[in-house]
């Protein structure tokens, strides 16, 4: 059994990436390409025994010499663009014996040592010694690897394995159905016929021929050919002794014969960016949140309260490492009474200005606050405050970069090979294939690795519209029509549809979100439900509701004289409102670019922007549909989000003058989110339209909106909100008839979230005067820019 050398130098003296003889990642200008060494030390052997003596000069009987390769065969191996070097190196049975061919660079010469036995290789030249031994079977053998005044190593020979991965997984991922594909490709520490070390499998079709190189070779791939498992694309090899967290990339020969180096698609940890490469990663977290697991799928999301914080983790406190996040997150959202956090991406990404949506490393949490049980240790610390954790997730493009998936193995493979059909118009980067089969099953695997592997309870998808239609942002004759001669692209459907059913069938309790803004039919209906325009449902479980989004923030950024104008843009939703599952969304893209945060989109001044901002937050919190609200937004930041800093925390610092402006609309978040939970009416029924009434919608002069809603028991909540800077002074309100008095339970305009303090009695009775259509009506006083809600008693 073998293991890693010593982080510091190998038994023989041989210096190792940490010495200080070994090249220095900070000194050399391109660490992760070959020929670091002009004639330096030899690579670190990543099967080198550690903890062995020193061995003594290479030698014993030399044996015959073996039948040399065909020129064909030896170029194409040393060139990196064989298809099968295990046939070419390792032990084969041969006449007279047992033919034993190794590739050792730099090597001075090899000899084969087992229990009885010692032979010396012959040098075929090029790195590469063979013999024939006089032996019937494969021994137990090891290499002994003489470099010269560079010191002699004790190996495993690679290539003496047989593939470490199996035809079942084969067959699964040639079919598109292996759900599970990051226990088959990639990097994967194990134990293989009795000895440690990792299995590399990477996905190159085209490729002529691939390498793994690392640290532990000095980034040369030389004498580390990988093999190709048959049609199936993928390439294999087993290397003795890599353990965890070594640096590692994929050399490929492209078609072309040119070379390229690669970052593992499948990585599932990475260096932190700007550097690329990965890293051989295993998971050692022990989660404790069984009792969230075991819950959380109790009740369906839509009938359950739903209230959304969307962070951007690098940002919201910046400098603070995962488990750092772990000790003020859960918290914080724990007293602000939020249900869920959504995390912007979090899977790798080497730009940060991208927020994450330009993803590199689909299966690797960013390296920029830990490592991936670091990322497991914030969430579990999460679930066990009573939190879900959602995570955006960006299926529809990729970005450029020549290290990662673009042109992966030398042509198209990720992306179309169309380029127009492959180049997404709006952000300069490329989309998938969904149609490939193994694209598809690359993401679909995806979307249930960080279900399963990170407890993750949702994944909002990000900009599905630009997977849904050909014609996305482009122009005429800059797409090409379907089959059918339409817009939709078909196998993004599929794929959609396919990844839905996969994960909700997989992982119970887990919803997906589809930020989708345009009129699709059916984004949250279910796959096997055909609707008019001929296509199953999506899948999703939620759909973000754009357009309420975009109606209301217009509205209420009017000057209040002006928006009896427009107070269809306020009721419009309601029109559309049970079409699908909505989430009503302030999000990120709604405070950055020039577009203002929240508050500061509000007409009027300081106080009437705070009291619009209250009102709003108020209405919002009572209208059908989940919250989703975006950072800063709790406490009224005025100014945009940036991700180079984040919220404007000082802003709370109570040696801040209008340090009580603030934490005021922070307490009227926390009493929101505390009494939406505490209240079935406002989320049994988000999705039926039994569970809403309007009283008065139709009150433009006024600038107020009056309805009801009701719990799955009939339980009513009547809501009011004023959007004029004036009171309504014995405002008549049509109430149900059953209930014969009415209290306040929730006022925008307390003095303690920075209100001006209109009030109404403890008590409202309901009075037989019919009003708004109803039997029995109250008089109440709505408060100037706020909202009430009010209960039976």
């Given amino acids: 059994m073998t293991a890693r050398p010593s982080p510091t130098t190998t038994p023989d003296g041989i210096a190792s990436r940490h010495s200080p003889t070994s090249p220095s990642p900070a000194t050399t200008p391109d660490r992760h390409s070959p020929g670091l060494r002009p004639g330096g030390p030899p690579p670190r052997d990543p099967a080198a025994r550690t903890g062995a003596p020193a061995a003594p000069a290479a030698g014993g009987r030399q044996v015959p010499a073996a039948e040399p390769l065909s020129d064909e065969d030896r170029g194409r191996l040393l060139d990196g663009a064989h298809h099968d070097p295990h046939a070419l190196l390792g032990a084969h049975p041969v006449p007279g014996g047992l033919r034993i061919r190794v590739l050792r660079p730099y090597a001075k010469g090899v000899t084969v040592v087992a229990e009885g036995l010692r032979a010396a290789l012959r040098s075929e030249g090029g790195g590469l010694f063979a013999g024939v031994l006089p032996l019937r079977t494969v021994p137990d053998y090891e290499l002994l690897v003489d470099y010269g005044d560079g010191g002699r190593l004790t190996v495993r020979d690679p290539y003496r394995f047989l593939p470490a991965l199996g035809e079942l997984d084969l067959h699964l991922f040639g079919e598109g159905r292996h759900e599970q594909l990051w226990q088959a490709l990639g990097a994967r520490t194990m134990e293989h016929q009795g000895v440690l070390g990792t299995r590399f499998t990477v996905w190159a079709p085209n490729a002529r021929g691939v390498r793994v190189v690392g640290d532990f070779n000095y980034w040369d791939g030389t004498g580390f050919p990988m093999r190709s498992l048959g049609s199936s694309g993928v390439w294999e090899l087993f290397l003795p002794g890599i353990g965890e967290g070594e640096l590692y990339k994929f050399e490929i020969t492209r078609p072309d014969g040119s070379k390229t180096l690669r970052a593992d698609p499948m990585a599932r940890r990475t260096e932190c960016p700007p550097a690329n490469a990965s890293v051989v990663e295993s998971s050692?977290?022990?989660?404790?949140?069984?009792?969230?697991?075991?819950?959380?799928?109790?009740?369906?999301?839509?009938?359950?309260?739903?209230?959304?914080?969307?962070?951007?983790?690098?940002?919201?406190?910046?400098?603070?490492?995962?488990?750092?996040?772990?000790?003020?997150?859960?918290?914080?959202?724990?007293?602000?009474?939020?249900?869920?956090?959504?995390?912007?991406?979090?899977?790798?990404?080497?730009?940060?200005?991208?927020?994450?949506?330009?993803?590199t490393g689909f299966y690797a949490p960013t390296a920029r606050m830990g490592t991936p049980d670091d990322f497991r240790f914030l969430i579990d610390a999460l679930h066990r405050a009573g939190i879900g954790v959602l995570m955006d997730w960006v299926p529809a493009h990729f970005p450029r970069d020549d290290w990662a998936l673009a042109e992966f193995d030398g042509r198209p493979l990720y992306e179309p090979g169309d380029p127009a059909r492959a180049a997404h118009p709006d952000w300069g980067t490329l989309e998938f294939d969904y149609g490939r089969t193994e694209v598809r099953n690359f993401l679909v695997a995806n979307a249930v690795y960080w279900c399963e592997e990170f407890h993750i309870d949702g994944l909002r998808v990000d900009a599905v519209a630009s997977m849904l239609y050909l014609d996305y942002s482009r122009g005429d004759g800059g797409w090409t029509p379907n089959v059918h001669g339409g817009r939709e692209n078909l196998d993004a459907v599929a794929f959609l549809q396919e990844m839905n059913a996969t994960v909700y069938r997989r992982c119970p309790g887990v919803v997906t979100i589809a930020e989708e803004s345009t009129a699709w039919d059916g984004v949250t209906r279910a796959t096997h439900h055909v609707g008019a325009g001929g296509f199953?449902?999506?899948?999703?479980?939620?759909?973000?509701?754009?357009?309420?989004?975009?109606?209301?923030?217009?509205?209420?950024?009017?000057?209040?004289?002006?928006?009896?104008?427009?107070?269809?843009?306020?009721?419009?939703?309601?029109?559309?409102?049970?079409?699908?599952?909505?989430?009503?969304?302030?999000?990120?893209?709604?405070?950055?670019?020039?577009?203002?945060?929240?508050?500061?989109?509000?007409?009027?001044?300081?106080?009437?922007?705070?009291?619009?901002?209250?009102?709003?937050?108020?209405?919002?919190?009572?209208?059908?549909?989940?919250?989703?609200?975006?950072?800063?937004?709790?406490?009224?930041?005025?100014?945009?989000?940036?991700?180079?800093?984040?919220?404007?925390?000082?802003?709370?610092?109570?040696?801040?003058?209008?340090?009580?402006?603030?934490?005021?609309?922070?307490?009227?978040?926390?009493?929101?989110?505390?009494?939406?939970?505490?209240?079935?009416?406002?989320?049994?029924?988000?999705?039926?339209?039994?569970?809403?009434?309007?009283?008065?919608?139709?009150?433009?002069?006024?600038?107020?909106?009056?309805?009801?809603?009701?719990?799955?028991?009939?339980?009513?909540?009547?809501?009011?909100?004023?959007?004029?800077?004036?009171?309504?002074?014995?405002?008549?309100?049509?109430?149900?008839?059953?209930?014969?008095?009415w209290r306040e339970v929730l006022n925008t305009d307390e003095p303690r979230y920075g209100g001006s303090g209109v009030a109404n009695p403890a008590s409202l009775p309901a009075e037989p005067v019919p009003w708004n259509g109803r039997e029995r009506s109250v008089t109440a006083a709505p408060p100037p820019l706020a909202t009430l809600w009010l209960l039976p008693g």
């Fill in 536 to 741: 199953g449902g999506l899948g999703f479980g939620l759909k973000w509701n754009m357009g309420w989004m975009h109606d209301s923030l217009g509205y209420v950024e009017k000057e209040p004289v002006h928006r009896k104008y427009h107070h269809g843009e306020m009721t419009f939703s309601m029109i559309y409102a049970y079409s699908e599952n909505y989430v009503l969304p302030i999000s990120h893209d709604e405070v950055v670019h020039g577009k203002r945060a929240l508050v500061s989109k509000m007409p009027g001044d300081w106080w009437q922007q705070r009291a619009n901002h209250r009102a709003y937050l108020g209405f919002m919190w009572a209208h059908p549909g989940k919250q989703l609200l975006f950072m800063g937004q709790e406490f009224a930041q005025g100014a945009e989000w940036a991700e180079s800093h984040g919220p404007d925390w000082w802003l709370l610092d109570p040696s801040y003058e209008a340090e009580p402006d603030h934490r005021g609309v922070r307490d009227l978040v926390r009493d929101l989110n505390r009494r939406y939970a505490a209240l079935p009416a406002l989320w049994e029924r988000d999705t039926d339209p039994a569970g809403f009434s309007w009283i008065d919608g139709d009150a433009s002069e006024d600038n107020v909106f009056s309805f009801l809603r009701f719990a799955a028991d009939g339980s009513p909540l009547v809501a009011v909100t004023n959007f004029s800077p004036v009171v309504r002074h014995a405002y008549r309100i049509g109430v149900p008839d059953q209930v014969r008095a």
């Fill in 284 to 359: 050692h977290h022990r989660w404790r949140d069984a009792d969230w697991m075991a819950r959380r799928g109790a009740r369906p999301v839509h009938t359950s309260p739903f209230s959304v914080y969307e962070i951007h983790l690098p940002s919201w406190r910046p400098g603070l490492s995962y488990r750092q996040l772990a000790a003020q997150l859960p918290s914080y959202v724990k007293d602000l009474g939020f249900t869920h956090v959504e995390f912007m991406p979090v899977a790798e990404h080497p730009f940060g200005g991208s927020w994450g949506y330009q993803v």
